[in-house]
């Protein structure tokens, strides 16, 4: 069974909205795109892939912008080739080599954990509490800004039960960024 990973900047007090940490910089890009190449796939709500793909679809005359330096074109290159699945039940098509999730949740998840692979990447906000609440991630990757946003939207606001977790490897950036990745802890049976 492949690991469904959850991954996500986030600010010292727990914002995740996009643009509320530092620029990303090569090293961070690097990270990221490294992320992406050790899933088989991404997994997103509506709301982040309609954002991710306005931002990293190639535009249609192959051409990335000239705001785009080497480090975010690899990791748009990256992307733009990654297998995708949004979950939605208001969209009736996809594209950007992406799949349609829909009907119940835990279900259609288990399916594309049970398959063979290196494990599915999940972001955003609202699928990723979801999957939190069901029980079906596996790893937690956070990279905690050295910023405090002082708004939200919030990291696992509204989650319905606590979740332990074990830290596995942590890394720190130049940026003063500091990736921290979790799993899940076993339970104690207390």
């Not at 931002?55 to 074109?73: I, L, Y």
Request: proline fraction near 4%; hydrophobic fraction near 40%.
């Amino acid at each position: 069974m492949r690991p469904l990973r959850y991954a996500i900047n986030v600010t010292l007090d727990g914002c995740v909205h996009h643009e509320a940490g530092v620029a990303p910089d090569d090293e961070l890009m690097r990270f990221w795109t490294d992320q992406m190449d050790n899933s088989d796939a991404e997994l997103y709500g509506r709301v982040t892939f309609e954002m991710m793909r306005e931002a990293w679809k190639r535009p249609d005359d192959g051409v990335w912008p000239d705001w785009m330096d080497a480090g975010e074109q690899e990791f748009a290159d990256t992307l733009d080739r990654a297998k995708k699945y949004v979950v939605s039940n208001t969209l009736d098509e996809v594209d950007w080599n992406a799949e349609l999730v829909q009907g119940d949740l835990a279900e259609a998840v288990r399916r594309l954990k049970e398959q063979p692979g290196k494990g599915l990447s999940v972001g955003g906000v609202a699928l990723s509490r979801s999957l939190a609440d069901l029980g079906l991630i596996d790893e937690y990757i956070f990279v905690v800004h050295p910023i405090v946003a002082g708004h939200g939207p919030y990291l696992f606001e509204g989650l319905r039960e606590r979740i332990g977790l074990e830290l596995v490897e942590r890394r720190e950036f130049r940026s003063g960024a500091v990736a921290q990745v979790y799993r899940r802890a076993e339970e104690s049976g207390e």
